[in-house]
């Protein structure tokens, strides 16, 4: 055997001996500072000084290899004394706990939010009516907003049906008036909040700046982003009074990526995204769970672009042809996935585009 493999070799022995027996390092040591007559099985005729000629390499190299073959042939007592040693030494625990093998198997390892109450805006369609009807399938006891009473009525009625002892509690009003918080506080509604979702809001117009409107203009900035604000802003002292949390509200694409035509809907929505993150800076320590839902283009179930366009049901047609869009239960469920997760889990942001969706203005129609 070449010096060089031998010594490769006497490494690996060494390495593997002492991982599995920490007290063989003493031992080895307590071998090699013996005189040499007095080693244990020393081998016939090994000198004690490399003679002249001698090469002190190769000499080193056989006596630790001979020292090593003994070592490894230790007497039984002697063995079972390393083994005494080593069963006494402390165990050392690991830096990060593991994790059991079960847990890592586990598809489904989200947590119940039932009993839970729900305060969600928007209800009478698109995400807000489909996230209400999946929190009420998870057994949350609901409090559900929208300007339209027929609507809320049609609401509650199909929950009823699904889920007779479903609590529901409607409250016709609109986000961005005075009135609607009035009527919070007069029936303590706000005070009992785990979970909301400020969902109310709406895109108008899709006018290049300097056409566009005024109205349209505040009527977005009014419901998008004081209608969250204020709605948080008063349910928030409580729910922290209370130990903690959720809130969710509706972003957008257009909170993360301006278009033309959508100036303003795009503003609203980066403004949201914003207060949402100061929000999130803001009650991290306080058992508060911040998450911003930021969909691309989402058509079924909603009235997003019959409401853009004012009634326009050519454009708002147009707006889905060729491409398969997200529907508004698509963005519900993954609402209630979020607000599922576990205690510790924070879903900061749920970016959530149909495949054919590129960004906010790159769509491929398919056809």
């Known amino acids: 055997m070449s010096d060089t493999r031998a010594l490769a070799f006497c490494s690996r022995v060494l390495t593997e001996i002492l991982d599995n027996q920490p007290s063989f390092s003493s031992r080895v040591a307590e071998i090699s500072n013996l005189p040499r007559t007095q080693r244990v099985g020393t081998p016939p005729g090994t000198p004690t000084v490399a003679t002249h000629g001698s090469s002190p390499e190769k000499t080193g190299m056989a006596s630790l290899l001979w020292r090593l073959s003994r070592a490894a042939m230790l007497p039984a007592a002697v063995g079972a004394t390393m083994m005494a040693n080593s069963?006494?030494?402390?165990?050392?625990?690991?830096?990060?706990?593991?994790?059991?093998?079960?847990?890592?198997?586990?598809?489904?390892?989200?947590k119940s939010i039932a009993g839970k109450v729900a305060l969600v805006t928007g209800c009478s369609s698109g995400i807000g009516k489909a996230t209400a009807c999946m929190l009420a399938t998870a057994g949350c006891e609901l409090v559900l907003v929208a300007r339209r009473e027929d609507k809320l009525s049609e609401l509650k009625g199909e929950i009823l049906k699904r889920q007779p002892s479903a609590k529901v509690t409607v409250v016709v009003g609109d986000v961005c008036t005075d009135a609607f918080y009035e009527t919070l506080k007069a029936q303590q509604l706000h005070t009992k909040v785990d979970i909301l979702?400020?969902?109310?809001?709406?895109?108008?117009?899709?006018?290049?700046?300097?056409?566009?409107?005024?109205?349209?203009?505040?009527?977005?900035?009014?419901?998008?982003?004081?209608?969250?604000?204020?709605?948080?802003?008063?349910?928030?002292?409580e729910m922290v009074k209370n130990g903690g949390g959720h809130i969710v509200a509706t972003g957008s694409i257009a909170g993360m990526e301006s278009y033309e035509g959508g100036s303003v809907y795009c503003a609203s929505k980066h403004a949201l995204h914003a207060f949402m993150k100061s929000l999130r800076f803001e009650t991290y320590s306080k058992n508060v769970r911040v998450t911003v839902l930021a969909p691309g283009l989402v058509g079924e179930g909603t009235e997003f672009s019959?409401?853009?366009?004012?009634?326009?049901?050519?454009?708002?047609?147009?707006?889905?042809?060729?491409?398969?869009?997200?529907?508004?239960?698509?963005?519900?469920?993954?609402?209630?996935?979020?607000?599922?997760?576990?205690?510790?889990?924070?879903?900061?942001?749920?970016?959530?585009?149909?495949?054919?969706?590129?960004?906010?203005?790159?769509?491929?129609?398919?056809?």
Not at 98 to 106: C, E, K, P, V
Not at 197 to 223: C, F, H, P, T, Y
Not at 332 to 345: E, G, N, T, Y
């Open 87 to 110: 069963a006494t030494m402390p165990k050392s625990e690991p830096a990060v706990k593991a994790q059991a093998w079960d847990s890592l198997f586990r598809l489904d390892q989200e």
């Open 197 to 237: 979702i400020a969902n109310a809001g709406l895109a108008v117009g899709k006018d290049n700046i300097g056409a566009a409107s005024d109205g349209d203009w505040e009527q977005m900035m009014s419901a998008n982003c004081m209608g969250a604000f204020r709605l948080i802003n008063l349910c928030l002292p």
């Open 306 to 367: 019959e409401v853009r366009f004012k009634g326009d049901a050519s454009k708002a047609s147009a707006t889905y042809q060729n491409i398969r869009e997200l529907k508004a239960s698509d963005c519900a469920a993954q609402i209630l996935w979020a607000l599922r997760q576990p205690d510790h889990v924070n879903v900061d942001l749920l970016q959530l585009m149909p495949t054919a969706q590129g960004g906010a203005t790159r769509l491929h129609r398919g056809g």
